[in-house]
Structures are given as structure tokens and as C-alpha cells.
């Protein structure tokens, strides 16, 4: 087994062994895991909301002097669609297209009304890459094909890499395609017990390498740069719930 791989499987059996013990530690890492999933999401489509400016908003329900409305509302709308992904990682149905679209309307109902939820009627293209998208008339095909797939895909990583790479190389809607994505992946890691992956500003570079060397053949370059970010969340899960533990049997 690949050594990275199997670190991922050891740490998801410790990780799973302390859930019993740690839900009050973990009820506060999801709250994290709220502010730093919009925050870094948003962060990498250009939004210039920081991490403390994105807590205020989700925390305090107040807006940041100085920073376009719009930004208020990605951030808003990543945490409405954040919950409703929150809500479907807990049932044992599979992930249906019309959950892709509700993800997407939640997210963009404040900022582009009239295209939230609904598929592209436009040619689109992503900057700086040689993709060519399927045309609008092709997306409802293309749409059904992919959720037939999603519906029989194992409760693996490797599956919820592989639909975030899906999703996003079809970018059915004329917005949002990336953040809709990377909660795709998230919703299928959390249903199968593993942390949300977070995707940092600083990753984006090689973020779209990785994406690129998938339609270069290259998909195990891909898979490693996810499972590293994967791996990083596995860490972090297992360091605050060690904390909590530990303080507990800590004579006071």
C-alpha cells in the first residue's frame, strides 16, 4: 500500500475510535471548519474577504466596512449551502443531482438570483485553461451521466476527489462551479466519515496543476495532491480532539 494511503486509513481508525469520546470538541471543530471552508473556498474565486472579516460575517451576522457586497454574500451563501451540505452528509441516501443544483442555488441565491440552481444557457470557459466545456445543450446529459455515476460511487477519497474533478470539468452553471465542487467532495468525504478537505489560497497554484494533469492522464497526481490535503485535515481533527481528551484528565 502507498505510504500515504495507509497513513490515511490508520488516522481515519483513531479518528473514529475518538468520536465517541469528543463530541463536544468536535461540535467546535465543525464551527472551524464553517469560517475556514468559506473563507479559503471564496478566497481562491477572488474573494477579498480574510479569515477574521469571514468569522465576523458567519459569527456575528454583521457586515465589514470597506469590502464589496458581493463578498458579504458568497460568504453567506458558501455557509447556507456549507449546512445544507452538513444536513445530507447524516442520511444514508445517495447524492442526487438535485442536490448538486440545491448546493449551487443555496450558494448563489443572494448574489446571481436568476442563475441559482439552474444549468448555464451560455458557451463557458475557465481562464487560463485549454479546456474546451460541453456546450449548454450537451450539460443535462452530461449532468444525468455523472449522477448515475455518483450514485454508485464507493464511499472512498479516491470517489469524492474523482467527483470534484467531474463536476468541475462539466461546470455546468455560468458561476460557482469551483465552490460547488469542492462541497461536492466534501458532502461524499463527510457521508463516508472522513474531515472536510480544506483547499488553502496558497495551494491554488498547484491545486490547478493537479486538476490540469488529470486531463493530461495524470490522475494519481492528482489523487496524492487531495490526499495530502486530506491527510492535513486527518492532523488537525486528531490534534484538537487529543487536546480536549487530555485537558479532561488533567487534574484540575
Request: cysteine-free; hydrophobic content about 40%.
Amino acid at each position: 500500500m502507498d505510504p500515504l494511503a495507509e497513513r490515511i486509513r490508520d488516522k481515519k481508525a483513531e479518528l473514529d475510535a475518538l468520536r465517541p469520546i469528543a463530541g463536544r470538541s468536535l461540535a467546535e471543530l465543525d464551527k472551524w471548519y464553517d469560517v475556514e471552508l468559506t473563507y479559503t473556498s471564496n478566497a481562491i474565486e477572488g474573494n477579498t474577504l480574510t479569515r477574521n472579516e469571514t468569522a465576523i460575517i458567519l459569527e456575528k451576522g454583521i457586515t465589514v466596512s470597506g469590502k464589496p457586497l458581493k463578498d458579504h454574500l458568497e460568504a453567506t451563501g458558501h455557509q447556507a449551502a456549507l449546512a445544507y451540505v452538513r444536513e445530507l452528509a447524516t442520511t444514508v441516501e445517495p447524492v442526487r443531482e438535485a442536490d448538486i443544483r440545491n448546493i449551487h442555488r443555496l450558494m448563489m441565491q443572494k448574489v446571481e438570483p436568476d442563475d441559482a440552481g439552474r444549468y448555464s444557457q451560455h458557451q463557458r470557459s475557465i481562464a487560463g485553461s485549454s479546456l474546451i466545456l460541453p456546450s449548454p445543450a450537451e450539460i443535462p446529459a452530461r449532468m444525468g451521466d455523472f449522477a448515475r455515476w455518483l450514485e454508485a460511487a464507493p464511499h472512498t477519497p479516491e470517489a469524492a476527489f474523482d467527483a470534484h474533478e467531474g463536476l468541475v470539468t462539466i461546470h455546468p452553471f455560468s458561476d460557482g462551479n469551483g465552490r460547488t465542487s469542492r462541497l461536492l467532495m466534501n458532502l461524499l468525504l463527510l457521508k463516508s466519515g472522513y474531515p472536510p478537505v480544506v483547499v488553502r489560497p496558497e495551494d491554488r497554484p498547484a491545486y490547478f496543476d493537479a486538476l490540469d494533469a488529470t486531463r493530461a492522464g495524470d490522475r494519481p497526481a492528482y489523487h496524492r495532491f487531495m490526499n495530502i490535503r486530506l491527510e492535513a485535515a486527518l492532523d488537525h481533527h486528531l490534534e484538537i480532539l487529543h487536546r480536549g481528551i487530555d485537558s479532561r484528565s488533567t487534574p484540575q
